[in-house]
């Protein structure tokens, strides 16, 4: 599905800038419209939706499931829904999600309860590398059945023969909850969720909008299985995960300014945000509005000074996937960061903890990692040094972001290879780039 393969080499440290820019549509909002739509009644309709690797690895996995999905203009989608337990396909067809981890476990989790399904599922290099162990075994509680002892694509899947409700308790991962949540939607009885910590709610603020047999009361989640879903009308704000690559950008560019409209403002999404604004970002919400239960608005933000972050282990599912450009605000300001509560990090696109430990080795920045730990001791001004950072093709789009970013900001030369990979979550990265100011040459690859 990726794009022909290709490296981005930065050159140059980015110069001041005073600009408005609108970033790509949200990523896990455009799947789950997509995914929700197409086991809803009738015709549910998605505007502004992200066009990325990721999406169309949705769509195509729905087609073959009997799904009629039409573009009616750029990011402009009908989904003709085909209700619950009503996707189909032949027998040992194969599924292949792609690079998304979050296609790959909200779809089973549909699947999972939907009747005669035996297909092969599959994913890049990099998801074919995923543990699916938690999702595996809580789709097996539902009845489905996959290979005996693997744990990893490719694998084999039979959904459940009689799907019965399950009682979950739901940890840092979203997507397991959502999966947990879309496999009872056809199961017999009520899936009780209690939610431990407090993870993405996407998947709970469309399903809420629509169905009187989802209730969520006190951190605890019950799903009446055979309802019956409306259709979907909504319109995807922009990607707050996208958008925090630019605010570090800025924030570290003397003399710059920001203006990213339309961001989803999520509560349970920025804690990239909250973090830094509460060791000293000069970043500011404005004109919020709330639209398909998601709250909306604009992103300002200032060059800052930043004092050492200290992130405990209850940031982590409002960061998750924000840590990794949090690692290079980390190591850009004097004093030790610590965050608390990573060991989830390992099971991600790359062990990104690990990838961006490498990277701040090569410039000179200690870091110290354990289990569920990250220290970075950052420091005033990095020097620009004479060699290269240098980026192997890991698969993992934000370890290309971040990267790019560091370079930019500091001026330090880095060759990134496999960054066709961004183009899953942040189609528009470079040309936003681009409009920032910033200079980088791309190279093509074999």
């Known amino acids: 599905m990726l794009n022909k393969s290709f490296s981005v080499n930065v050159i140059n440290k980015i110069g001041k800038f005073n600009k408005s820019i609108e970033i790509d549509s949200d990523k896990s909002l455009s799947l789950r419209g997509f995914l929700i739509g197409s086991i809803s009644q009738n015709i549910s309709e998605i505007k502004n939706v992200l066009e990325s690797e990721d999406t169309y690895s949705a769509i195509d996995c729905l087609k073959k499931l009997g799904v009629k999905i039409k573009k009616i203009k750029p990011k402009h989608y009908l989904v003709y829904g085909k209700g619950l337990g009503s996707l189909y396909t032949k027998k040992n067809a194969v599924l292949n999600f792609g690079n998304s981890g979050t296609l790959a476990r909200l779809l089973i989790g549909i ?25 595996i075994n809580l789709m097996s509680e539902f009845g489905a059945k996959f290979e005996k002892n693997k744990f990893t694509f490719p694998l084999k899947m039979t959904s459940s023969a009689m799907p019965v409700a399950i009682q979950y308790n739901s940890g840092v991962s979203a997507q397991l909850k959502s999966a947990v949540i879309l496999a009872a939607l056809n199961s017999y009885g009520i899936t009780t969720i209690f939610e431990n910590k407090l993870s993405r709610n996407h998947t709970e603020n469309i399903l809420s909008q629509n169905i009187d047999f989802f209730k969520i009361k006190k951190n605890v989640i019950k799903v009446s299985g055979k309802g019956y879903l409306n259709p979907l009308k909504m319109t995807v704000p922009g990607d707050p995960s996208s958008a ?37 970002a000069k970043i500011h919400f404005k004109n919020i509005k709330k639209k398909n239960n998601e709250l909306i608005g604009d992103v300002f933000v200032k060059s800052s000074k930043l004092r050492p972050i200290k992130a405990s282990a209850e940031y982590y599912p409002s960061t998750t996937d924000e840590y990794v450009i949090l690692s290079v605000c980390a190591a850009l300001t004097p004093g030790i960061s610590i965050f608390k509560g990573i060991s989830d990090l390992a099971n991600k696109e790359s062990s990104r903890a690990h990838e961006i430990k490498k990277i701040l080795n090569q410039i000179g920045i200690k870091c110290i990692l354990s289990d569920s730990e990250m220290k970075i001791f950052g420091v005033k001004e990095i020097k620009k040094l004479k060699k290269t950072i240098k980026v192997k093709d890991l698969g993992d789009h934000r370890i290309c972001m971040a990267t790019f970013c560091l370079s930019l900001i500091t001026g330090i030369k880095s060759s990134i290879k496999g960054f066709e990979t961004v183009n899953t979550s942040s189609p528009s990265f470079l040309k936003i780039i681009k409009q920032l100011g910033g200079k980088f040459e791309i190279k093509k690859t074999a």
């Open 111 to 135: 699947l999972a309860t939907t009747p005669n399904i035996q297909i092969k599922v599959s994913g890049d290099k990099s998801l074919n590398k995923r543990n699916m162990k938690k999702l």
């Open 244 to 280: 925090a690559f630019f605010c570090a950008i800025t924030i570290f560019t003397k003399n710059s300014f920001l203006k990213i409209r339309n961001v989803g403002l999520n509560p349970r999404r920025i804690g990239f945000y909250k973090l830094l604004k509460k060791h000293g």
